[in-house]
């Protein structure tokens, strides 16, 4: 699918046969590959919207396939938040992902987004904290000269209140509207509206004209700027937020009233992209990297993206089901089949270190491990994992937790909600 091309007056090319796909040519003739653990992306810009072609790798014909191409825009704002849960529907593409977040500091909120070049990060799994780009794209929009003006349009109850988000309240209403249970036939309910869709007001901090080059440029032209969209700048819970706002999305009088200060409803979908620091070229080996990958296969059945992270002659030990094989092959079999011997694991990232020696690990300080449950409240196993000087897995290791004194990673807001698995667990010092 090719998204929010009307933000950036780009849905003319949906008008006119042949338009596509030589802008789709253009593109991939300037892109930049970007990396990921399963596979990866073409990347390309024409001043500030940006374009992530997905690619997918035909392991059986040997081919690869490009199978969807989504628009973002270049932002100054980068969020930090924890994930809530994976909204990502079974059908969808591997390579893309849906992901509701919460406040990283209180763990308040839930704020879906969508995740560009969500591939190049090891997991997202609840509280993995995720760091994006993020801008939004508005779907609908409503403009009010101040709040006065606002709330005089504002429909109010019997009581005479406002049921209206508050200022800067980002309410996922695709998100409860999509999976709330209705008294009505499933049938009769429109389903279009997606997960994504989010109701926001606030006031108006900036408005900036955003740019697009002059792509159909020949190889002998100067590259041009045409202002075909606004950044909106506006506050929120979790920080400053430009939303894009295409110039033929608003009518002339609403351009009048789009300005600091305004008050401003909008319909939007977050697009956050986290091809940003360490992982601004990709896909990251280490050890933290490498353990998140574990632990996301295990729970998520991702295995296939372990496979690039293990160096040709990596083991893989079970000492007390007797399983020791090497070679990145037997290895990978040896991993799934683990992933598959259960119904039910409860999965942590910790840190582990030594009571007693009992000679099933060949380390004494503490270490990273994924703890293991089997549906329990307490850890069962621990998975180490030995890396090179690439940060690729030579060794993975799977001992009781037995003789250590294992520190679940907990993230430091209280919270009610049971975040890893069917009973969670209990404290271990």
């Known amino acids: 699918m090719f998204h929010h091309f009307q933000n950036i007056d780009l849905d003319f090319l949906f008008e006119k046969e042949g338009s596509l796909s030589g802008f789709v040519t253009k593109v991939m003739s300037m892109a930049k590959v970007i990396s990921g653990y399963r596979s990866f992306y073409l990347y390309s810009s024409i001043g500030d919207p940006e374009f992530e072609i997905t690619v997918d790798i035909d392991d059986e014909n040997k081919e690869i396939e490009l199978s969807s191409m989504q628009a973002h825009v270049c932002g100054d704002n980068v969020w930090e938040m924890a994930v809530a849960s994976d909204i990502t529907e079974k059908d969808a593409n591997k390579m893309t992902k849906s992901i509701v977040f919460r406040n990283a500091e209180t763990g308040e909120g839930l704020v879906p987004v969508g995740i560009r070049f969500s591939d190049v990060l090891p997991s997202y799994l609840p509280d993995d904290i995720i760091k994006m780009q993020i801008i939004a794209f508005a779907e609908s929009i409503d403009i009010y000269e101040n709040e006065e003006a606002y709330f005089a349009s504002c429909e109010k109850d019997?009581?005479?209140?406002?049921?209206?988000?508050?200022?800067?309240?980002?309410?996922?209403?695709?998100?409860?509207?999509?999976?709330?249970e209705s008294e009505e036939d499933d049938e009769e309910n429109d389903k279009s509206l997606t997960d994504l869709i989010c109701v926001l007001?606030?006031?108006?901090?900036?408005?900036?004209?955003?740019?697009?080059?002059?792509?159909?440029?020949?190889?002998?032209?100067q590259e041009q700027n045409f202002h075909t969209f606004y950044f909106v700048t506006v506050g929120t819970l979790y920080g400053d937020l430009d939303i894009i706002v295409g110039v033929k999305q608003i009518t002339p009088e609403q351009e009048k009233l789009l300005k600091a200060g305004s008050v401003i409803r909008f319909a939007v979908t977050l697009s956050g992209d986290v091809v940003i620091d360490e992982f601004e070229n990709g896909a990251v080996f280490n050890e933290e990297c490498d353990l998140r990958l574990i632990r996301q296969g295990i729970v998520k059945g991702d295995t296939d993206r372990i496979i690039c992270a293990l160096n040709e002659n990596v083991s893989f030990e079970f000492p007390s089901e007797d399983i020791s094989?090497?070679?990145?092959?037997?290895t990978f079999r040896a991993f799934e089949n683990y992933c598959k011997s259960k119904e039910t694991f409860v999965t942590a990232l910790c840190t582990a270190s030594v009571v007693f020696d009992d000679e099933s690990v060949d380390?004494?300080?503490?270490?990273?491990?994924?703890?293991v449950s089997y549906g329990g409240e307490v850890a069962e196993h621990l998975i180490f994992i030995d890396t090179n000087e690439n940060g690729k897995i030579v060794k993975i290791k799977i001992?009781?937790?037995?003789?250590?004194?294992?520190k679940i990673d907990t993230p430091e807001y209280e919270y009610d909600d049971d975040i890893y698995g069917e009973e969670g667990f209990e404290e271990l010092n």
């Open 399 to 406: 001992v009781s937790a037995l003789g250590f004194d294992v």
């Open 158 to 180: 019997s009581d005479g209140n406002i049921t209206e988000p508050g200022d800067g309240v980002i309410f996922p209403s695709g998100l409860f509207y999509n999976r709330t």
């Open 325 to 330: 094989v090497t070679g990145k092959g037997e």
């Open 363 to 371: 380390f004494t300080s503490a270490k990273r491990a994924v703890a």
């Open 201 to 221: 007001r606030s006031t108006v901090k900036r408005v900036e004209k955003g740019a697009m080059t002059n792509w159909w440029k020949t190889e002998d032209e």
